[in-house]
């Protein structure tokens, strides 16, 4: 299996402007978790999701962000409009059950200018 | 506010030496795992230990649970330099969530 895949690894864009970043889950997880990591409040969750339904987007800062799985193969995470304080590491996580062992992608190193 | 805490927050040994992290939290929880993060990397797991279990043994890693005093312990014995990254524990309180605690970096030197 290649493991939990994200795209892009890398992203420079400039305030205001659209952010999507990308998830392909590891087959069979039924769950799917998206954070962020910064180095001043570490690693905070911002959604998750259980069969491709969202179930606790609690963590999601701002109504600029917003996350969708529309099949068990896809999520993506937009930021729209973006601002500096975005700039974070973004990673996506899933595992078979919620309570077990979480996979991690590599994640997504966003630079808001 | 966070479920977990590291302690201590950074660590430097040489070669060879044993590296102890300890992890505390506040509620009850289901079971508690350790991860690690290498320099630009996504975490990987390491080690579960269920909340009847008192400790576990994984290759050089040795992890304890307290759940009376709401602690674990995370143990890396002759410690190589490739073990230098960061450390979390991660607990589950009861919730679909794991909550990742704050780190501790340990630095190994040759």
């Known amino acids: 299996d290649a493991g939990v895949i994200q795209s892009p690894r890398h992203e420079v864009t400039e305030m205001g402007q659209e952010v999507t970043l990308r998830c392909k889950p590891i087959?069979?997880?039924?769950?799917l978790f998206w954070y962020r990591q910064t180095m001043m409040r570490g690693l905070e969750l911002l959604i998750y999701?259980?069969?491709?339904?969202?179930?606790?987007d609690s963590g999601m800062p701002e109504d600029r962000f917003s996350a969708k799985m529309p099949n068990a193969s896809f999520s993506t995470l937009k930021i729209q409009p973006s601002e500096p304080r975005d700039s974070a590491v973004y990673f996506c996580?899933?595992?078979?059950?919620?309570?077990?062992?979480?996979?991690f992608g590599p994640g997504t190193r966003l630079l808001v200018l | 506010s966070q479920q977990g805490e590291e302690d201590p927050q950074a660590l430097s040994i040489q070669e060879g030496e044993n590296a102890t992290m300890n992890c505390s939290y506040k509620?009850?929880?289901?079971?508690l795992q350790w991860y690690r993060q290498n320099s630009g990397r996504g975490l990987v797991h390491l080690i579960l230990?269920?909340?009847?279990?008192r400790e576990k043994h994984s290759g050089r890693l040795r992890v304890t649970l307290d759940t009376s005093k709401k602690s674990s312990s995370l143990l890396i014995t002759a410690s190589r330099a490739a073990d230098t990254a960061s450390y979390f524990c991660?607990?589950?309180?009861?919730?679909?969530?794991?909550?990742f605690g704050t780190g501790t970096r340990l630095q190994v030197f040759p």
């Open positions: 087959s069979g997880h039924d769950y």
């Open positions: 999701f259980n069969n491709n339904v969202p179930i606790d």
């Open positions: 991660a607990t589950d309180p009861h919730t679909d969530k794991l909550i």
């Open positions: 509620t009850s929880i289901n079971n």
């Open positions: 230990i269920r909340s009847n279990e």
């Open positions: 996580a899933t595992a078979r059950r919620s309570w077990e062992t979480q996979y």
